[in-house]
Each structure stands twice: as structure tokens, then as C-alpha cells.
């Protein structure tokens, strides 16, 4: 199964954690206080970041969580956008690798 993946720059971490659990009508799945938060819905998978080097409400990147990866891959597409491809667990490994205190298990 293939999940749209969304990964949103942002500055105003707690914000919107609080306005996107109302819109996505959950709380985050992982969330890293002042830094990371992630929600997995059925058919959506959309992260924030504080991230410094883009501007704050800007795409990250987009993806596909993909049951089917076997390795996490990445392109960019002729927009320069990158795409991220990769299974949930590949997204673990990545949040436990920045974060290693998180230990999120899909």
C-alpha cells in the first residue's frame, strides 16, 4: 500500500502539532518536543520540522511510504522537488537515528 507522504517546514513547532492534530483529527504517532512531529493516517503521512535550512511553511519534500520498499531512495523531480520513497520502518530508522531517545516503533 502506497501513503502520500508531506514533510512541512516549520518555526512554530507546538502550534502546529495543536492546529494539525485538530485538521488530521489525531495526535502525532512521534513527536520530538520544540523539533519533529509525524502523523500516519490511512491514507496520509505528514511530518513537521523545525528545519533551519528552509523557510518556515515551506515543503520539505514529498514521498510515498510504501509497504513495497525495500530501501529508502530518493529523487528529485523536473520541479526540484525531492521525492522520498521508503517502507515505515525506514522512517523509524531515520527519526531513531536523529532522535535517538524517540525509540518510535511504526
Excluded at 19 to 27: F, I
Excluded at 64 to 74: H, M
Aim: proline share 7%; net charge negative; charged share 30%.
Amino acid at each position: 500500500m502506497k501513503k502520500l507522504h508531506i514533510a512541512i517546514s516549520t518555526d512554530k513547532i507546538d502550534e502546529t502539532i495543536e492546529d494539525y492534530s485538530k485538521r488530521l483529527g489525531m495526535p502525532p504517532c512521534s513527536s520530538v518536543p520544540g523539533e519533529y512531529a509525524l502523523w500516519r493516517t490511512e491514507s496520509l503521512n505528514v511530518s513537521v520540522r523545525q528545519d533551519p535550512d528552509c523557510k518556515p511553511g515551506s515543503l520539505r519534500h514529498l514521498g510515498w511510504e510504501d509497504s513495497t520498499a525495500t530501501e529508502f531512495t530518493q529523487e528529485t523531480d523536473v520541479n526540484g522537488i525531492v521525492w522520498e520513497r521508503f517502507a515505515a520502518h525506514h522512517q523509524a530508522d531515520e527519526i531513531n537515528d536523529i532522535w535517538p531517545d524517540t525509540d518510535y516503533q511504526p
